[in-house]
């Protein structure tokens, strides 16, 4: 009914960047609000970043000033540049979208399979 596929992640040292991509497909009508959280193994899954859908952004404070969220609303994708990365940044990184259905009008939630961003110091 709905895919959610995201990439970009990999390994990188520390100061450098990547950027991550999440897109959705399937029975959607419209796409609302849209974040990033991530988790690293024995922690609970953390809230990164959210932008909703007039395009307002909010941040965790650890990523403040190097992280980024954005959307392209006619690909139902959202993306995360992050800059001057860290060790501390390490950690398998979701997105999670709120879907509105096409036809039912009923609003979902999604989660990403993952992508594993490893930052080396």
């Known amino acids: 009914q709905v895919q959610v596929a995201e ?9 450098g960047s990547l950027r991550l991509s999440c897109e959705a497909s399937g029975n959607i009508w419209r796409v609302k609000d849209m974040a990033w959280y991530r988790q690293v193994p024995t922690k609970e899954r953390e809230l990164v970043a959210t932008i909703d859908g007039e395009g307002t952004a909010n941040y965790t404070n650890s990523v403040k000033g ?5 959307r392209d609303d006619a690909k139902n994708a959202v993306y995360l ?22 036809w039912s009008g009923f609003t979902i939630r999604e989660w990403g399979q993952g992508t594993q961003v490893t930052v080396s110091s």
């Open 7 to 15: 990439s970009g992640g990999g390994l990188v040292q520390s100061g």
């Open 81 to 102: 540049q992050m800059n001057n990365l860290k060790p501390d940044d390490t950690a398998v990184y979701y997105c999670n979208v709120q879907i509105v259905l096409r």
């Open 66 to 70: 190097r992280f980024t969220i954005s």
